[in-house]
């Protein structure tokens, strides 16, 4: 069970919002692409030059199956498990994980932590156009000023927050001021903003290894899915 669904919608932005999981809680995955914009070997070169031998041969492996996803899924709170259907390996994510890109099939995300929150935003999956849009993902932990990446940006919370002088609530979308405001969340929590630019997938690529090396994702074989 989870305590907590919200789905919401701004500017073909939507919002789809799981909070409180308890250990066991699924849900499902497999959002349609307009165009497939895999990882290519100079994505994998790149990363490469600045982890070096932080990455295990099996990451960059399974780094070669991804493509540009045109929504980000944030995991705020607790450990989740995701299964693709016909991979012999899962992928686990510490708190914070969040994830720009995708691999083809259906996927299975399953909290294995109580009090787990999963936040999938992006374009509209019945919109007519698909395009991966740039986006960032900001840790809050108090009070901080803020300036969007580019004008027209859509930006959403993860906790109940006040945004140059006007509470916003957990998992809202709002169009976000183009100029420098301040920032106050009740919990620490993230900001995730998207913007109208195509998205970057070097910059996908990168954080996501960043996070591998982190031990943020880690890859498992089916054996290991119990531990």
Known sequence: MNKVTTRDCLDGITVLYYGGCQAGFKFFGDDPEEEKIYVKQDNIDMVKQIHHDKLQVSAIDYLRRFYAHSRCLLFP?????????????????RPGTYLSLRISG?????????????????VDPDANNLSCRERRVIKVDDTMSFTPMSNNSIIIPTQDCTYDGTDFAQASPHRAANKEVDLKFRKPGFLVEYSRERMNLNKAVLEYCDQVAANKIEIIERTQWSK
């Open 106 to 122: 259906l996927t299975r995300f399953t909290a294995l932590t109580n009090d787990a929150d999963a936040i999938c935003i992006g």
């Open 77 to 93: 709170e607790g450990v989740w498990l995701s299964e693709t259907a016909g991979y012999a390996q899962a992928l686990r994510y």
